[in-house]
């Protein structure tokens, strides 16, 4: 697809992507809407890409509002559902069509239409089992489908370009919530996603990024240190590149802050 002819937003909207290199012509498919999904879907439809597919069959729940970029007025409606109104209602040029669960039988042949699947899924079989689906589309279309894998607890955040390996003990359980989470590691991973699917090649990734905030795993649960640690490790080569960021790195001096143009 070339120019912006399936979006009938108001151009006035994306005038400051100029020269960003922003792709908006692009299907995304979205498998899980929850703390991380419900985010991705939010920044691609801002940023007005043409087709977006999310796939959940769950309902919001009062526990997912910490997370959630959505208010308690829309406990108890399918997550998909919520999030495809609210994005429209913000970008009416943008196609956001909420599915159910992605099923195999069901959706397998959408697949070959999709430039990238993003999967926000908190059960290990169920990544592994989108990813074989993925990978098999590509080969039986001839062409390469972008897939990332993201996922957030506690202090920590995980995006990745193949099937993670790590689970959760209790993840059989459906509706589990023993994992303790909240809205920071999620909207990071959500935005590193993003700008993946809007900037980047859908063959030139083979990497994982892990951000612990305070706590590289040797610590105990619940205490935070005053550091960033960012962890980019690249499978094709097998670097490990690792970076220490204090806290006073992370903030504007308050009186250079006050001379600066708001963004």
């Known amino acids: 697809m070339d120019g912006n002819d399936s979006n009938r937003d108001n151009p006035i909207l994306y005038e400051r992507h100029e020269g960003l290199g922003i792709n908006q012509q692009q299907k995304v498919a979205i498998v899980g809407c929850g703390g991380i999904g419900s985010w991705i879907a939010l920044y691609l439809g801002l940023a007005g890409v043409a087709e977006i597919d999310i796939y959940d069959s769950d309902v919001i729940s009062e526990n997912n509002l910490n997370r959630f970029p959505l208010g308690p007025d829309k406990v108890g409606v399918n997550k998909a559902v919520a999030m495809a109104e609210y994005i429209q ?20 042949d959408r697949l070959k239409g999709y430039q990238w699947v993003v999967v926000t899924t908190d059960s290990l079989k169920s990544r592994r089992m989108v990813y074989d689906e993925v990978v098999k589309a590509g080969k039986d279309n001839y062409r390469y489908i972008g897939y990332i894998e993201c996922g957030a607890d506690g202090h920590h955040m995980t995006v990745t370009f193949s099937p993670a390996t790590m689970a959760t003990a209790d993840e059989e359980n459906v509706g589990y919530r023993s994992v303790p989470v909240f809205v920071g590691p999620c909207t990071m991973a959500a935005s590193i996603a993003a700008y993946y699917v809007l900037l980047g090649d859908v ?6 990024i892990n951000v612990n905030w305070g706590t590289d795993g040797t610590e105990d649960v619940g205490h935070t240190s005053n550091r960033v640690l960012i962890t980019d490790i690249n499978e094709a080569d097998e670097e490990i590149e690792i970076e220490e960021v204090e806290d006073s790195h992370l903030i504007t001096n308050p ?8 963004i």
């Open 89 to 108: 209602s913000l970008r009416a040029g943008v196609s956001v069509i909420p599915r159910q669960n992605f099923e195999p039988e069901i959706h397998r």
């Open 203 to 208: 063959r030139n990734y083979d990497r994982t």
């Open 255 to 262: 009186q250079e802050a006050d001379n600066e143009q708001a």
